[in-house]
């Protein structure tokens, strides 16, 4: 791939900056939104169910009854089991169209322009946030939140807007630290933009209630929406790929990426491919599916978290998993295989899932925050171990793959986490923390098969991780 034209280069600044703008707004207003829309859900179904305990629903309030033998603690598993469908619902819609968009729009932006469909990203979710706003003021249909989610799914949601901002930065920089660090700076400015989100929903809840929480979030995609439109398109027409997207074609390659040995890397094995796609398919897996389910479980007993906890529970959950897993890969890198240090990641994560559906209390899941510290580690050296088997001209049909598979998992865990709780809420709520620990455990073997193979290889010396 060309370098960018040293005209971008110089003036990088002027994509850079307000990029970072637009995706921070973005993902504050999207983490925001979907804690306001799940919290406001579960609200609104107890309300609807169990008129009699309205008094009880107001949203400064923790939503749950602890009183186990009671009346009021049977109507609550109920009100667990009708909102987790729910839920699952709006999963499957903003999922099954995101599976395709992510696929199309990426590559399409070779060709046409990164800016177009960034632009098509940040009006999809706040085309969504603003008809949750109204929906919530005049009271609307509550089940009228899936096809509302069903428009930013199909305008590609925040997955478009990670991928092509990446493909932004690759655009204005050249080639080596630079650009490191600007993706380095844009992935912390997106990290800090879903803390911010899950932070301040709780305190806007509590304060103001739920339609002035989803006004907040859409007021704030608003000002994203205007951000996107001061950004210079950063692809050059010379630089622009003269043929047209091709979906089969696409498709096709990915395909062929697992399935066909590679002449052009006689370093690389299929095996070692088909491994490392399979371990991120299953961890991916299981750190997806809890949040859908996440909000529903803590405001039920025996935690019975406020909307306020939550987010602070959340964002300390969400800051202590990033830092420490960037300082502790950093660091043990200097002793250890990237393959070994995952595996240890995994192991933390397995611990985390497993202490999380067994909590007795929330002491326990303050005590599987911290077993956890290091459970994302494993995912940006699975990406790395991948990357550095891959030759320089195949990189792209890479991590499109790699980006297919995050979309799967996106989709297909939301799906089971929902339909799991639902089921099992009403006997033993923790079941689905289990089964996710369970499909932990098994990217935990696969990673040791990878660990026990990169020992018969010599070709790793000098392999640095991509973050």
């Not at 987790?84 to 999963?91: A, N, T």
């Not at 399409?108 to 960034?118: A, H, I, N, Q, V």
């Not at 807007?161 to 204005?172: F, G, H, P």
């Not at 932070?199 to 007021?219: N, P, R, W």
């Amino acid at each position: 791939m060309q370098g960018p034209s040293s005209e971008t280069r110089e003036n990088y600044l002027r994509v850079f900056i307000p990029l970072c703008v637009t995706n921070f707004c973005l993902l504050t207003a999207y983490n925001n939104g979907i804690y306001t829309a799940y919290e406001y859900g579960y609200s609104h179904f107890q309300n609807q169910l169990f008129q009699h305990r309205s008094e009880s629903n107001r949203s400064q309030k923790s939503l749950c009854e602890t009183n186990t033998s009671s009346q009021a603690y049977e109507d609550e598993q109920a009100v667990q089991s009708v909102v987790s469908r729910w839920g699952l619902y709006i999963s499957l819609a903003q999922g099954l169209p995101l599976v395709l968009s992510s696929m199309m729009f990426s590559s399409m932006s070779d060709s046409m322009g990164r800016k177009p469909f960034m632009f098509i990203g940040a009006v999809g979710i706040f085309l969504k946030q603003l008809l949750m706003t109204l929906a919530i003021v005049f009271d609307w249909n509550i089940y009228l939140f899936v096809p509302f989610t069903l428009i930013e799914g199909v305008c590609g949601s925040w997955v478009i807007e990670l991928a092509i901002a990446m493909s932004v930065v690759a655009d204005i920089t050249s080639a080596g630290n630079s650009r490191s660090f600007n993706i380095t700076v844009l992935s912390f400015v997106f990290g800090i933009g879903f803390s911010v989100g899950t932070f301040v929903s709780g305190y806007i809840v509590t304060l103001l209630g739920y339609d002035y929480s989803m006004a907040a979030s859409c007021v704030v995609a608003g000002i994203a929406v205007v951000a996107n439109c001061s950004i210079p398109e950063s692809l050059t027409t010379s630089h622009r790929k003269e043929n047209k997207f091709n979906f089969i074609r696409n498709i096709k390659d990915i395909v062929n990426f697992y399935a066909k040995d590679d002449p052009d890397s006689p370093t690389s094995t299929r095996l070692r491919y088909v491994i490392s796609i399979l371990a991120f398919f299953f961890i991916m897996m299981a750190k997806l599916g809890p949040f859908a389910i996440e909000a529903f479980y803590l405001l039920d007993f025996p935690y019975c978290f406020t909307p306020e906890k939550i987010s602070i529970f959340e964002t300390v959950k969400d800051w202590t998993g990033e830092i420490i897993s960037l300082l502790g890969i950093k660091l043990i890198q200097q002793c250890m295989p990237d393959e070994l240090i995952a595996l240890i990641g995994t192991a933390s994560s397995v611990a985390m899932l497993i202490l999380f559906g067994i909590a007795p209390s929330d002491i326990y899941l303050y005590i599987a925050v911290a077993v956890g510290c290091f459970r994302m580690a494993a995912i940006p050296l699975l990406r790395g171990i991948m990357s550095k088997m891959t030759p320089p001209h195949k990189q792209g049909v890479l991590f499109g793959s790699i980006s297919v598979v995050e979309n799967i998992c996106n989709l297909t865990s939301s799906v089971m986490a929902g339909a799991v709780y639902s089921e099992t809420v009403s006997f033993y709520r923790g079941t689905a923390y289990l089964v996710f620990g369970g499909l932990m455990t098994v990217a935990f073997l696969l990673l040791l098969v990878l660990v026990r193979d990169s020992r018969k290889n010599q070709y790793r010396d000098g392999y640095k991780s991509l973050q």
